[in-house]
């Protein structure tokens, strides 16, 4: 969190929403630095996308206190819009518009003449590689040109703060490492982002700072390594080469370790959270000399998938599904 109030982008402090029976957003605090990307994870239904619309005006919060740019967002709603953009899960394009006839129609929106938003577009469609697509109509786009193009469209006027809602969704690996590639140069150009994720990969990619968002409450916040110390200093993963030794292996595991271990989904590996190094050679050791063989170790940080299943009790891909079921 920032010792300065002037330096933060958004706070939020005991945000509430409700609809109906649901509590969609139940006491969300958020503390986001100027010119950071701030990474809010959780699966769908925990409540990401209803923060960015209470923060970005579009609802009105049942309890609690949210600023932008030290602006309310209650009482100060016209200022709030006039210093952000919103891109949502889906682009807002017109599909039967070009590119550059999007880019030209958004702008002349904004205010630009027809010369002014003209010269804008060709300006980004080039720098987000669109360019040879300008005169192409927008339904016959790939959907990580589309992506492109729609965060294009919302920094024709540069925002101080960029809310992009799970912008990779459904993109192939190349066009999200382009959406990234993307984000990266808006914040060096200046603008804070708040990005939205399901992916654990892209927050750990691109979140100076993430907040791990479950049914409505945020359960975790701090850097990646910050979260991945949060469950332990380190994770050690044996491979047995016999499947059979594997229990026996993972007893003696657990006695050098002094900690429970885990026997995952592949019958030759036993993981383990482990407190102290030290414990790690002796573990080893013990093996050896029980005649266990094993193929391969590895010692290392806990990925943030990890930190997801310790956190919330199930990995993030069981959460997704839970959450799906229930829309």
């Given at each position: 969190m920032s010792n300065s109030k002037e330096e933060l982008a958004i706070e939020t402090v005991g945000l509430?929403?409700?609809f109906g029976e649901n509590r969609a957003v139940d006491g969300v605090d958020l503390s986001v630095k100027k010119g950071t990307i701030y990474g809010v994870l959780g699966p769908n239904g925990a409540g990401k996308t209803t923060t960015i619309r209470m923060l970005t005006t579009l609802l009105k919060a049942d309890a609690g206190k949210a600023k932008v740019l030290g602006f309310d967002v209650s009482k100060d709603a016209d200022q709030v819009r006039q210093r952000i953009s919103l891109t949502g899960q889906f682009a807002s394009l017109d599909e039967d518009l070009s590119g550059m006839?999007?880019?030209?129609?958004?702008?002349?929106?904004l205010g630009f003449t027809r010369k002014e938003a003209k010269q804008r577009g060709q300006e980004l469609l080039t720098a987000f590689d669109l360019q040879d697509a300008a005169k192409r109509q927008v339904k016959n786009?790939?959907?990580?040109?589309?992506r492109r193009l729609d965060i294009a469209a919302s920094i024709i006027v540069s925002p101080e703060i960029l809310f992009l809602d799970e912008p990779t969704t459904g993109l192939d690996p190349r066009s999200r490492n382009q959406v990234w590639d993307i984000i990266r140069l808006l914040v060096d150009a200046g603008t804070t982002v708040l990005l939205t994720t399901q992916y654990l990969d892209e927050a750990d990619q691109l979140a100076d700072r993430i907040a791990v968002i479950d049914h409505g409450k945020v359960i975790a916040e701090g850097t990646s390594s910050e979260l991945k110390a949060s469950v332990g200093s380190g994770k050690l993963h044996v491979r047995v080469l016999d499947p059979e030794a594997r229990d026996d292996a993972a007893q003696i595991l657990k006695g050098a370790l002094e900690v429970d271990v885990q026997l995952g989904s592949d019958p030759l590996v036993i993981t383990a959270?482990?407190?102290?190094h030290k414990h790690v050679a002796r573990a080893l050791t013990d093996l050896a000399s029980a005649n266990i063989t094993i193929t391969d170790f590895s010692l290392g940080q806990p990925s943030l998938d990890e930190v997801f299943l310790t956190l919330t009790g199930k990995p993030v891909e069981d959460q997704v599904k839970e959450a799906e079921g229930n829309v």
């Amino acid at each position: 969190m920032s010792n300065s109030k002037e330096e933060l982008a958004i706070e939020t402090v005991g945000l509430v929403k409700h609809f109906g029976e649901n509590r969609a957003v139940d006491g969300v605090d958020l503390s986001v630095k100027k010119g950071t990307i701030y990474g809010v994870l959780g699966p769908n239904g925990a409540g990401k996308t209803t923060t960015i619309r209470m923060l970005t005006t579009l609802l009105k919060a049942d309890a609690g206190k949210a600023k932008v740019l030290g602006f309310d967002v209650s009482k100060d709603a016209d200022q709030v819009r006039q210093r952000i953009s919103l891109t949502g899960q889906f682009a807002s394009l017109d599909e039967d518009l070009s590119g550059m006839e999007n880019m030209v129609m958004i702008g002349r929106l904004l205010g630009f003449t027809r010369k002014e938003a003209k010269q804008r577009g060709q300006e980004l469609l080039t720098a987000f590689d669109l360019q040879d697509a300008a005169k192409r109509q927008v339904k016959n786009y790939s959907g990580g040109m589309r992506r492109r193009l729609d965060i294009a469209a919302s920094i024709i006027v540069s925002p101080e703060i960029l809310f992009l809602d799970e912008p990779t969704t459904g993109l192939d690996p190349r066009s999200r490492n382009q959406v990234w590639d993307i984000i990266r140069l808006l914040v060096d150009a200046g603008t804070t982002v708040l990005l939205t994720t399901q992916y654990l990969d892209e927050a750990d990619q691109l979140a100076d700072r993430i907040a791990v968002i479950d049914h409505g409450k945020v359960i975790a916040e701090g850097t990646s390594s910050e979260l991945k110390a949060s469950v332990g200093s380190g994770k050690l993963h044996v491979r047995v080469l016999d499947p059979e030794a594997r229990d026996d292996a993972a007893q003696i595991l657990k006695g050098a370790l002094e900690v429970d271990v885990q026997l995952g989904s592949d019958p030759l590996v036993i993981t383990a959270q482990v407190s102290d190094h030290k414990h790690v050679a002796r573990a080893l050791t013990d093996l050896a000399s029980a005649n266990i063989t094993i193929t391969d170790f590895s010692l290392g940080q806990p990925s943030l998938d990890e930190v997801f299943l310790t956190l919330t009790g199930k990995p993030v891909e069981d959460q997704v599904k839970e959450a799906e079921g229930n829309v």
